[in-house]
């Protein structure tokens, strides 16, 4: 892609991640109002150390915030690591299959997340 094409569909990436998120908060809010509306519980909670691709402060805020907006998840802390300067969030989820699991869920939200803040759109 060309430089002009990337920032003509910046902002429609931008909407299409606004959409993508409220719907998975909506369904997030659905199956944690199932479980607290139904008998027992169906909640499998773990907490999970998740490498992120983050490059800035500004992208890690915004993807601690997101996973915390989620009904089910909450970002516990951040941290740096010393020798390769990787951002790591520490993630606790109501409903995940472990941590492989939660760090998959955490992934999706960074992908859809980075390619609608970063101009050129590459999550990588």
């Known amino acids: 892609m ?5 920032w003509l569909t910046w902002p429609f990436r931008l909407l299409g991640f606004v959409a993508w998120f409220t719907k998975e908060v909506v369904v997030s809010n659905i199956a944690v109002l199932r479980d607290n509306l139904t008998p027992g519980q169906d909640s499998t909670p773990g907490i999970a150390r998740v490498p992120t691709r983050c490059e800035t402060d500004v992208e890690l805020t915004a993807l601690a915030a997101l996973v915390t907006l989620t009904p089910g998840t909450l ?3 951040t941290t740096v690591e010393p020798r390769t ?3 790591v969030l ?3 989820g109501m409903y995940s299959d472990g941590p492989d699991a939660l760090r998959t869920e955490v992934g999706r939200i960074e992908d859809h997340l980075l390619r609608a ?3 050129k759109g590459d999550a990588r």
């Open 2 to 6: 060309t430089q002009l094409t990337t």
């Open 90 to 92: 520490f993630v606790h």
């Open 85 to 87: 300067h990787a951002r």
């Open 117 to 119: 803040l970063r101009r």
């Open 75 to 77: 970002t516990l802390g």
